[in-house]
């Protein structure tokens, strides 16, 4: 595992956030290729909630970004305040060192200091699910298999309805 130290945002790290996101996402199967650009418009409509990047000393090589959902389905003083994870990102040469897992424990940790209620993510359950994310039913988002679509409650009782998130998204919900 490479040691990094995890940190949040500075201004100056605008650019380098998003070469290493665009880099992070070329290729991949699952990617729209507009993450980089998500990371920027979150940051634009003042979306960004929390925005970490892991440093090897030398450079910024990971970034994970948080942002505000909502749940339609409940009341807001019902559920609390719900974030979205994502995305995480990691330089290629870089990825399978452990950062992405220590920059997704940092925002946990870092959601759970701000009184957060829970957490909602789009990824892959087998990877997700070791960090405590799970899929609920109750808890919905249209278009990826229901699977995907994973959840982690920080305070409170598990929420139920449909998660819309962040307008930057451009997604359903």
Known sequence: MTAITIRPERGSDQSAI?????????????????????????????????????????????????SPVTIEGGARR???????????????????????????????????????????LLGDPDFYGRFGFEHDPALTYPGPPAEYFQRMVLDGSPPKGRVRYARAFGAPG
């Open 18 to 66: 998003h070469a290493l996101t665009e880099a992070a996402f070329l290729g991949m199967p699952f990617a729209d290729g507009d993450e980089a650009d998500l990371v920027d418009n979150l940051r634009a409509d003042g979306d960004l909630t929390l925005s970490l990047v892991a440093e090897d000393g030398e450079r910024i090589v990971g970034h994970v970004a948080i």
């Open 78 to 120: 019902e559920y609390g305040d719900w974030y979205g994870l994502g995305p995480v990102s990691v330089l290629p040469e870089c990825q399978r060192e452990g950062i992405g897992s220590q920059l997704i424990k940092r925002a946990i940790a870092d959601l759970r200091l701000r009184g957060a209620n829970g957490v909602v």
